[in-house]
């Protein structure tokens, strides 16, 4: 018996549409016509469910559907009459030979083989299969003539389990093009009379050189019709660690900690950076200006790659610093035809050979590169000593980095096992760092609950990969950090400020309302609401009252701070659940909540499409804390076949060939000193993470270039796509799986079985656009409208630089106004974000006169406007100042006292944007470093 994972992916994988009775053959595709009613009954009701043995004998009852075991080369392999295999594969010769046709253009998938049933006497093969007693089983099938010699005499064949025959008979057609064969689905059902059988296939032309092509077996329950649709979000409990109350205690005040922290941007280093900054658009980031990496950063974390053959080549292809994208850009493999297989080098057998393929990665905006000098206590920039940056610059300035992958959305994280594209974001939380398990001096102090000595301990809290992953970005010297800063130092600053004082908050704010200081216009209230008043509140006081000190100097309050930080991240993001979209209303029973179109998107997703297999469950996602076979959802280890062969890979992680492996090897990655991200290679290597299985040395793990499957709910607002955000629309993500792996033969080894292509949406521009629809159908509103829970502060952001001036690169800054509880306008999506001035929702009707950043000009000069990558020995050291920040004050009106609020009707709206416009265009000079940017729905704040 195989693990409860191992059985539902099996399942879903080998089992696609097995049942003759319902299921309507169209152009080589085997559709089901379940109805949205009948599908909603299989979700309330279990009734006629099959067994769990039954399953699980079905799903490994066969193994390679696509014939894959085959030698890498075209040509006809003639197996031997005896029964000996000339490939490794689990398919046998019983009579006769059967050529192994490798001919790629013959297959409807990529990577995909068929075998040709003929020879001097009936030729056949089998696989020995394991059965149920009684069981009913559907083999389905593709087949089609060769009629190559004796085009004019029909192709017959059998199909047999055990010693029952089925007899098919295919008759020529006009023409035969041995490059496109007239594929047909085909299938036969048969009920189980031994335990222990096998499955055939049999030519009934004996003496014909050239027979029945045959290809994508499988092999299923006949009662399976079709995966039923996952359940509603809601019906899912939130798998929060077990024991929080041994260190929250009180915890709406922990949710408030998590969320004022989030959002505010006194936490990086500049002062001007926090974790919202890469998940302000659903969770995840659509800036346009200024977030391009130049990829192939290898097996390194965060984007800073070791020098190596593909990041040199990435970088001197690299468009460079400060570029604004456009839609033409995407997606970064572009083909003449995008529903066709493409080439790849070395492989050239399809007349589709890319006209543009970047390594390039669409990022997020991090921090300037500096080493951390210290803090100031009641100022939000840490100080800093300059350091040259190589590659992020412009001539005499660092520019902010740009992070090495795409932000993927922190919505509903909080069910998936490890986070971070890569995993490195440990399931079990240790207090100090995202590692969890594999560090085993990670230590927090505890003394007792009122006060006294420090002792310290080791913790580790289950089911909390958010906070193991929210400790990471904030030390991070891309992402959020001067290098080499630390917790308590972070604490001590954040201990000396009020929470979010550079930036609104809405007095109806869902969580933070109560706190909001009714003397100002930014941040939470001083007293009551500081971040140490809200560690005291939120966390049991043997984490933070000792009166001792650290031989360092420190409290055990900024000691612990990585613990506080953590939790309550967690704490907070674990409301961000968006179980309210138009598909969990029609899981529920309402009929019209799911478009026609959207209903056979979902038809496709849970069929042909396969995109069930690894966007599985309520959470449309993979590796989730539920779908784990351990006790506590820890463990994700399985084995399966593979796009060649059988290998051991991380449940939720895969390979699916968007970019070659050696480009980003992802969860085959090591964190130094510690050993491999990989459950499968951790197994491998006897430290246990999965007890219920055992890899040995030598066997095969399949993890390079596996990246976490991310959820799909809301993932109309999270583009670009793909951990390298090389596409731009879901209609580009949808042709890409049309087409099969762009680098199926260059990732072979790792890759995933699910994506050698759907046939049968290559001809089907309407399927193409119902699956995108039916995605589109899992979108929340309260995430579109950014209200409760998914309202927060206003924030400042980055997107790109102006000129250099004075040894800095001021920013440009756009900003994302606050929302309380009721909601704002709606977010865009990244492809609506290229098209517009700016990737944030257009501002609220009601506007106050206030500060709005202008675009400087670009300088004339070469020089200036030089975007390449400069020598580290050419650069002089510049300052680590924060960049700065240009604004200009837009005129009063008349009607309105200053400070007031003014609400415009539509004219004068017009008027106002056309104003808007007009500062835009002029040319204003920057007047230094440290400027306050402002909303346009508040007046100017003071500056720290």
């Known amino acids: 018996m195989v693990s409860n994972g191992k059985v539902m992916r099996g399942l879903l994988r080998f089992l696609r ?23 909603t009954t299989v979700v309330q009701s279990a009734a006629g469910a099959p067994a769990e043995a039954e399953i699980d004998a079905a799903a490994t009852a066969l193994r390679d559907p696509f014939f894959r075991e085959a030698p890498d080369a075209r040509g006809e392999y003639p197996m031997d009459e005896r029964g000996i295999q000339t490939w490794t594969g689990p398919w046998r010769t019983e009579l006769g030979s059967v050529d192994l046709r490798v001919f790629r253009e013959q297959v409807p998938y990529k990577g995909a083989n068929a075998i040709d049933l003929n020879g001097t006497r009936s030729g056949s093969v089998f696989q020995p299969v394991e059965l149920v007693l009684g069981q009913t089983y559907t083999i389905s099938f593709l087949a089609a003539g060769n009629w190559t010699t004796n085009a004019d005499q029909p192709r017959k064949f059998s199909v047999w389990l055990g010693t029952e025959p089925m007899h098919f008979t295919l008759q020529p057609g006009q023409t035969f093009n041995p490059d496109r064969p007239d594929w047909r689905s085909m299938s036969a059902t048969f009920t189980a009379k031994t335990i222990r059988s096998a499955v055939r296939f049999r030519s009934e032309n004996p003496g014909y050189q050239h027979g029945t092509l045959i290809t994508r077996v499988k092999m299923g ?41 989030f959002w505010d941007i006194q936490a990086g280093s500049d002062g001007q950076t926090a974790c919202a900054s890469c998940h302000w658009n659903a969770g995840a980031d659509i800036r346009t200006r200024h977030t391009v990496n130049p990829g192939a950063i290898g097996s390194a974390f965060e984007g800073k790659a070791a020098p190596n053959l593909q990041r040199v080549h990435a970088i001197s292809a690299w468009r460079g610093n400060n570029v604004t994208l456009q839609s033409s850009d995407f997606p970064f493999q572009k083909l003449p035809d995008p529903l066709s297989p493409a080439n790849e080098p070395g492989f050239e057998e399809y007349a589709n050979a890319p006209v543009f393929s970047s390594k390039e990665i669409v990022g997020s905006q991090g921090v300037i590169l500096a080493d951390f000098a210290g803090i100031q206590e009641g ?26 992958r795409n932000s993927p959305t922190n919505i509903n994280a909080v069910f998936l096992d490890r986070l971070f594209w890569d995993g490195r974001a440990n399931h079990y939380f240790n207090g100090v760092n995202a590692w969890g398990d594999m560090d085993p001096n990670a230590r927090v102090l505890k003394s007792s609950p009122t006060g006294g000595a420090m002792v310290p301990v080791r913790i580790l809290l289950n089911n909390a990969a958010l906070a193991s992953q929210a400790v990471a970005p904030v030390l991070s010297d891309v992402e959020m950090s001067w290098t080499g800063r630390k917790f308590p130092e972070l604490a001590r600053k954040l201990f000396s400020l009020r929470p979010l004082a550079q930036q609104h908050v809405a007095s109806d704010d869902s969580v933070l309302g109560p706190y909001v200081s009714q003397l100002d216009t930014t941040g939470l209230a001083a007293d009551g609401a500081g971040y140490a008043q809200l560690v005291r509140g939120a966390f049991r006081p043997e984490w933070w009252a000792s009166q001792e000190l650290t031989p360092d100097g420190y409290t055990q309050m900024e000691s612990n701070f990585s613990l506080f930080w953590g939790l309550s991240l967690l704490m907070y993001q674990a409301t961000l659940v968006s179980d309210q979209t138009p598909f969990d209303a029609w899981v529920a029973g309402d009929a019209a909540a799911l478009s026609p179109a959207a209903q056979r998107g979902l038809q496709i997703f849970l069929n042909e499409g396969a995109c069930i297999n690894c966007h599985g469950g309520p959470q449309f996602a993979g590796g989730t804390v539920n779908s784990l076979p351990g006790p506590a959802g820890e463990a994700g ?19 699916i060939g968007v970019r070659p492996t050696e480009e980003d090897i992802g969860l085959g990655a090591e964190i130094p000193g510690l050993g491999p991200i990989s459950y499968s290679r951790r197994e491998q290597r006897g430290q246990n993470p999965d007890p219920s299985h055992v890899i040995r040395p030598g066997e095969r793990v399949a993890v390079n270039g596996a990246f976490k499957t991310p959820s799909l709910r809301n993932v109309e607002l999270t583009g670009p796509y793909m951990h390298n955000g090389g596409f731009r629309t879901l209609e580009e993500v949808v042709q890409f799986y049309v087409r099969g792996a762009d680098f199926f033969h260059t990732n072979i080894d790792d890759l995933d079985p699910d994506v050698a292509g759907i046939p049968s949406l290559r001809s089907d521009p309407e399927g193409i656009a119902a699956l995108v629809e039916f995605m589109e159908h899992l979108t929340d509103d309260r995430v579109r409208y950014q209200s409760a829970p998914f309202d927060h502060p206003e924030l400042p952001l980055p997107t790109g630089h102006e000129l250099v001036v004075d040894g800095s690169a001021p920013d440009r800054r756009i900003v994302l106004p606050a929302t309380g509880a009721g909601g704002g306008r709606p977010l865009q999506t990244f492809a609506s974000a290229l098209e517009n001035a700016s990737p944030v929702p257009v501002p609220s009707q009601t506007i106050t006169p206030a500060m709005i950043v202008v675009p400087l000009p670009q300088a004339s000069s070469s020089a200036e406007l030089n975007n390449s990558v400069v020598p580290a020995a050419e650069l002089p050291l510049t300052t680590a100042t924060g960049p700065a920040e240009v604004a200009v004050e837009l005129p009063q009106t008349e009607a309105a006292p200053q400070g007031s609020a003014t609400t415009l009707n539509e004219e004068d709206e017009e008027e106002y944007e056309g104003s808007v416009r007009q500062l835009q265009r002029r040319a204003i000079p920057s007047r230094g470093l440290g400027r306050a940017i402002q909303s346009l729905n508040r007046t100017p704040a003071p500056s720290d």
């Open 17 to 39: 549409v097995t049942c003759l009775c319902c299921t309507t053959i169209q152009s080589g595709a085997v559709i089901s016509t379940v109805t949205a009613q009948q599908m």
């Open 221 to 261: 329950l006949a009662s399976v019709t079709s995966p039923s649709p996952p359940a509603a979000l809601g019906t899912l409990q939130v798998p929060l660690p077990s024991g929080l109350t041994d260190y929250i205690a009180d915890r709406n005040q922990a949710i408030a900690l998590g969320k004022a922290l």
């Open 379 to 404: 100022v939000s920039a840490d100080l800093a000593t300059p350091k040259a940056d190589p590659l992020f610059n412009r001539g005499s300035a660092n520019l902010r980095q740009i992070t090495g």
């Open 637 to 655: 280890v399985e084995q399966m076949e593979m796009a060649r062969g059988m290998a051991w890979y991380d449940s939720g992680f895969y390979n």
